[in-house]
């Protein structure tokens, strides 16, 4: 068994990275291994938003990692500085920037770089998904 | 211009390759952020410029309309984190009609036979 | 010892040049999404650099009704094949 990490830099619905990476990820998980986290950086943050709204016949993306997390305990880390200026906030940081509404919310969780340099650094995988 | 010998690369804990230009896109920036925060956890962090990658080094680079930051300030900063551990593709260079003495960090130039090498020595390579 | 993913189309030969620079001699390559397209055998000039260590993820073919045009010189893999590579390969870079 080996401990797997993702990296995801596309935006849903704009390129095939997203549904690659969700779809390697569903390997991962039910071919014995750890998905440990995925990290959405670059456009990939929009992979968060719990707005997503995409038509019935479609994959729901943002469903889809939510569920990893749940069957799997897989950890939904976005980036914050790329989420903030993209317009992806949770509900503590609409507080703190006086914004009205918010679009994150867990099991995604808001987070420093550093997350990715640890999710690097300490599995023994990690795979990126670019457009 | 005299390339660095494989013999010369020293392993770093973290690679990062910039192959995107600055201003076009976020690519460049984001991945400068990558190595400026894994220098910060501790982390030993080299740079490969590959590709368009390379026009980040050049001199007189400015913020763009509407105040567009430019990639020159973190680049500026990448001593302050101790990464000095600088290469770029020197055909990279050369397809481009620039030579380092142009550039605005003290990068070594790999050969095609080093750039593999380099990225086979690493731990961890993140490309951008 | 690495693994490659590449997505893009043998269109983008700048992507080709960089990672071709960067393959060291016992690397595998696995063309994915855009990069299927690689593996049609009028492309095989882009894939010169590679030694023959290529594959391609099948579904991603089969999507782009691709499946019966492989160069006979990649090997096609599902996505099992596609985690094996990753497990056999300590470590796995993406070019884009």
Known sequence: ?131 | MTSVHVSDIEPQDVLIVLRHPPHGSHWLREGIDVALVAAAFGQRVGLLFQGDGVYALLEGQQSGALGQKGTHPQLAMLEMYDIDSLWVSAAALSERGLSVDELMLPVKPLSAEAVAELIQAQPHTLIF | MLLHLLNRSPQSTAVYRDLGEAFGVNDQLLLIEDACYAALPAASGVLAAFGGRISVLEEDLVSRGLAGRVSPAITVVDMKGFLALTETHERCVSWF
Not at chain 1, 6 to 29: E, I, K, M, N, W
């Open chain 1, 1 to 131: 068994m080996l401990n797997y990490a993702l990296l995801v830099h596309g935006a849903p619905y704009s390129h095939q990275a997203a549904l690659s990476a969700l779809r390697f990820a569903d390997t991962v998980v039910t071919s014995g291994h750890r998905l440990v986290s995925v990290f959405f950086y670059h456009d990939g943050v929009h992979n968060a938003s719990a707005l997503m709204s995409p038509p019935q016949d479609e994959v729901h993306l943002a469903e889809g990692w939510q569920r990893l997390h749940q069957d799997y305990g897989t950890q939904l880390l976005v980036c914050i500085a790329a989420g903030l200026r993209r317009g992806l906030l949770s509900a503590d940081e609409a507080n703190r920037h006086g914004l009205a509404s918010h679009n994150v919310e867990a099991p995604f969780e808001l987070t420093g770089i550093g997350q990715l340099v640890d999710a690097m650094l300490n599995n023994d995988r990690l795979i990126t998904f670019a457009p």
